[in-house]
């Protein structure tokens, strides 16, 4: 069969060869189905056509948009769309469930879990932490110390007003600033804050000798309105329990002192106005779950 | 051998066209034992393929009660007492690996089993081609039909052939979508005009494939679509069983009359007869007696046609027969025939195939109906409470996967003196452990607050572990983690 004559031809099969060689294995030229081409020309046709339809080439300063007008935003508003349509179903029982309800139905909870999440994240974490581990001035949200109360309505209360905001429902409580205002002098700040210190064991610097009986004296004069005569506190008025040695503006002697001498009064924004009620439900359920609540 | 040689220049004469037009192929009815053994396969694997869906499984009330189901919404897949949750898809790599492993195995025992037998592509090729002999006849009365039958006649007995095509390739695309839903429910759906979109949409899809794949491009699938020949060419050896034309005794080949008068007279014939019937019964259009060639799905219909010619012109039979590369040489010799099933290459297959099969037979043995993970709060790591104590909290998951509600204890070891609570949610206490309810098929997300007033080592990272027990049946699942002091 195989023509000797031609040596391009592969004596066995008798088909022409491309003329490439690997290490004695020759490709024998078998022709591609014709099918295959047709496929070929058909994706370049379909090719042109997308190039007509839908936004494609760039220009100087815009592009084609295709004759369709079809836009990726457009694409994207639809899923939006699509995706609130999805989740209205526990949207509506959560707008309509009370705070206990959601509490006690498992999938409720976990759908207000996961949308408190989303919400903390965009709006809570920049002060409090993404964890609600909260910094100096900011509460931590994860441990058992509620200023305000730590259950799910006072919560909510607190959410819905804010603390020391322009709504007329917030909370309000001043720490008077003592020093800087001339209400107590500076021997009488220093010693009311190492008896202060000294309900929380704190550790007395080297050097130091505190005049706890003195301290004790300011502290029943001028403190004990707000934070109670055994110094737990009192979530009425905000006033931070100061036995349980947990600070929020630092323990340190001389953080003790900078409060007594100007004050603090630490402002959260009013949420209310800024959140639908559901959002704040679920965020509330959120809040109330990240340190067990009261 | 030919001894290679550098080629020179391409002669344009006879290079070929760049692109070769469509041979169609249109391979005879053949009757024999291989036919036979394909309608059984053709009948059992459509069987199985249409009316499996219809088959039920009890699964308790929230389940569909169907023994073969994928449900991408709940993400589960059911085959019959197994239950496949999302996390556990790596039994399908394990099964992969399987189907990849019996191909070899097969391969190197008896050649393409599967593609001439079991291959989708290749029964309903087999169906299509048996529904076209079915409306227009056999190649021989087609031709026939060509010249004389009326234009109305043809085209009749076209439109008629491409209907029933149709009709099996919409009853296959339907079939599928079968299989992702409660069937009997789906199919009433369908019947209405009720079903959902997205069921509509693939069967269409899969009509039109069924349809193209099938019934037109048949055999260009094998030969040019699919990756296996290419495979397979480089696995197969001289030890495995393959449609082999058995030159030894064929050639030289020859009309009936001459290699009779050949081997009258003592000369070298062979028992081909030429009659070409082996390469009519191709559904490939494969000549077998040009050696093994990656066109040739192996079926053996060539087989029950060489058989059918020998028997009638009195010679023996199995001139083309499932044989090895390497008997044909030892027969040539004079050497007898060996068999030899057992070499390295099957017995790491097998050995391999055991392996990965006792895996997954052990995993899915071992598996449990209940399983916790743990996710350590990072942020913060721990905080102190009011009373001096330290706390962490965890992200647990419980999942149940028995169709049943089961209430779980939860606990922690590893850290003295701890004191656990489920944090927001309502749970109930049983033996100071608290006590959660998961659902039926179900994972139950719920935050833990694990808090201690013992003294712990400065930077302490305890080792914790967590247990779930199911409070009525006693089975318990646990999962590692750590605490974290200051």
């Known amino acids: 069969m195989a023509d000797i004559h031609k040596p391009d031809v592969d004596a066995i099969s008798g088909v022409a060869t491309t003329g490439h060689e690997w290490d004695g294995i020759r490709e024998l030229n078998t022709p591609l189905p014709r099918w295959w081409l047709w496929v070929f020309y058909l994706t370049i046709v379909w090719a042109v056509g997308y190039w007509i339809v839908y936004p494609a080439w760039p220009l100087v300063s815009s592009y084609t948009s295709g004759v369709l007008g079809w836009k990726s935003r457009d694409a994207v508003q639809v899923q939006l769309a699509d995706l609130t349509a999805q989740r209205a179903v526990f949207a509506d029982k959560l707008a309509a469930a009370s705070l206990e309800q959601i509490e006690s139905t498992p999938e409720l909870l976990s759908f207000a879990r996961a949308q408190g999440r989303a919400a903390f994240a965009n709006n809570c974490a920049p002060c409090h932490g993404a964890g609600g581990g909260g910094a100096k001035g900011y509460p931590n949200l994860n441990d058992d110390d509620w200023m305000w109360g730590g259950s799910l309505e006072q919560i909510q209360q607190t959410l819905l007003h804010g603390i020391r905001s322009a709504d007329p429902d917030a909370h309000v409580g001043d720490m008077p600033a003592f020093g800087r205002d001339g209400i107590l002098q500076r021997p009488e700040i220093v010693a009311v804050a190492d008896y202060v210190r000294s309900l929380s064991n704190l550790p007395v610097p080297a050097g130091v000798t505190p005049d706890l009986a003195k301290g004790k004296e300011v502290f029943e004069a001028n403190c004990a309105a707000c934070h109670g005569a055994d110094a737990k506190g009192n979530i009425e008025l905000g006033a931070p329990n100061l036995t349980d040695g947990i600070w929020l503006y630092g323990s340190g002697r001389d953080s003790v002192i900078a409060t007594l001498t100007n004050g603090r009064g630490g402002i959260m924004p009013a949420w209310g106005t800024r959140l639908d009620p559901t959002t704040i439900k679920a965020l509330t359920v959120y809040v109330h779950a990240l340190g067990g609540g009261q | ?486």
């Not at chain 2, 007869?273 to 219909?301: E, F, K, M, N």
């Open chain 2, 1 to 486: 051998m030919n001894v290679a040689t550098k080629p020179q220049t391409v002669d344009t004469e006879i290079d070929g066209p760049l692109y070769e037009a469509r041979r169609k192929i249109y391979p005879i009815a053949v009757h024999g034992t291989f036919r036979r053994i394909k309608w059984m396969l053709l009948v059992i694997t459509l069987g199985i393929y249409y009316l499996l869906p219809f088959l039920r499984w009890d699964r308790g009330p929230n389940a569909p009660s169907q023994a073969v189901l994928v449900d991408l919404v709940n993400g589960r897949f059911y085959f019959f007492f197994i239950e496949i949750w999302p996390q556990e898809i790596y039994y399908v790599t394990g099964l992969l690996i399987l189907a990849a492993l019996v191909l070899f195995l097969m391969n190197a025992v008896a050649g393409r089993l599967w593609c001439g037998y079991l291959c989708p592509q290749t029964v309903w090729t087999d169906l299509f081609q048996a529904i076209e002999r079915m409306v227009e006849g056999d190649p021989r009365q087609r031709r026939e039909k060509l010249k004389h039958a009326s234009r109305a006649q043809r085209a009749f007995e076209a439109a008629s052939k491409h209907f029933l095509w149709l009709m099996v390739a919409w009853w296959t695309g339907g079939a599928w979508v079968l299989y992702f839903a409660d069937a009997p429910t789906l199919t009433l759906q369908l019947l209405k005009g009720q079903g959902p979109a997205v069921a509509y949409l693939w069967i269409g899809i899969l009509t039109f494939t069924t349809y193209v794949l099938a019934g037109h491009m048949r055999e260009q699938v094998c030969t040019y679509m699919c990756p296996w020949p290419r495979i397979q060419a480089a696995l197969t050896d001289e030890y495995a069983l393959n449609v082999t034309y058995r030159y030894d005794r064929g050639e030289p080949r020859g009309s009936f009359k001459k290699t009779e008068a050949l081997k009258r007279e003592g000369l070298p014939a062979g028992d081909c007869i030429d009659c070409r019937q082996c390469v009519s019964a191709c559904p490939t259009g494969v000549d077998i007696r040009l050696g093994s060639q990656l066109a040739c799905i192996q079926c053996g219909l060539c087989i029950d046609a060489c058989d059918t010619v020998m028997k009638k012109v009195g010679r023996p039979t199995a001139l083309i027969a499932y044989d090895t590369e390497m008997n044909v040489q030892r027969r040539i010799k004079g050497q007898a025939p060996i068999t030899r099933i057992f070499r390295a290459r099957t017995v790491l297959y097998l050995a391999l195939i055991a392996l990965i099969g006792g895996i997954m037979l052990y995993t899915l043995a071992a598996r449990t109906t209940e399983s916790v993970s743990v996710l350590h709060d990072r942020n913060p790591l721990f905080v102190q409470l009011s009373d001096g104590s330290i706390r962490n909290a965890y992200t647990l998951r419980i999942v149940n996967k028995l169709n049943q509600p089961r209430r779980f204890a939860i606990s922690v070891a590893g850290v003295p003196d701890a004191r656990l609570e489920v944090a927001g949610g309502v749970s109930t206490m049983v033996n100071d452990q608290p006590v959660v309810e998961v659902g039926p098929d179900q994972t139950y997300e719920l935050r833990v607050l694990v808090s201690t007033h013992a003294k712990l080592p400065a930077n302490a990272s305890l080792p914790a572990t967590f247990t779930i027990t199911d409070v009525a049946a006693g089975q318990a699942s646990t999962a590692p983690d750590h605490f974290k002091g200051p």
